[in-house]
């Protein structure tokens, strides 16, 4: 149940990452063709940095998991 829930979260924080990147366009505070604002350029960071961040702990869970699975897998044909 807490692998869930955190996989779960690190899915959320993903997402949200994403649309921290995209909400100056998507929202409009961002003019077109203008140089970036102040909060464009710290949307991007941030939003990016998150969504790497939640990305790169999802993946190293995934591999956790698979090397569990194995591990299993191997001692299950002993």
């Known amino acids: 149940m807490k692998a869930k829930l955190g ?8 997402l949200a990452g994403l649309w921290l990147v995209a909400a100056p366009f998507a929202v409009g505070y961002q003019p077109r063709g203008a140089e970036y604002l102040d909060a464009t350029v710290n949307d991007l ?7 790497a961040l939640s990305f ?13 699975l194995a591990r299993r897998g191997k001692h299950a044909d002993s």
């Open 7 to 14: 996989v779960a979260a690190l899915i959320v924080l993903f």
């Open 45 to 51: 960071w941030l939003g990016g940095g998150i969504a």
């Open 56 to 68: 790169v702990a999802l993946v190293v869970y995934a591999a956790d998991a698979l090397r569990d």
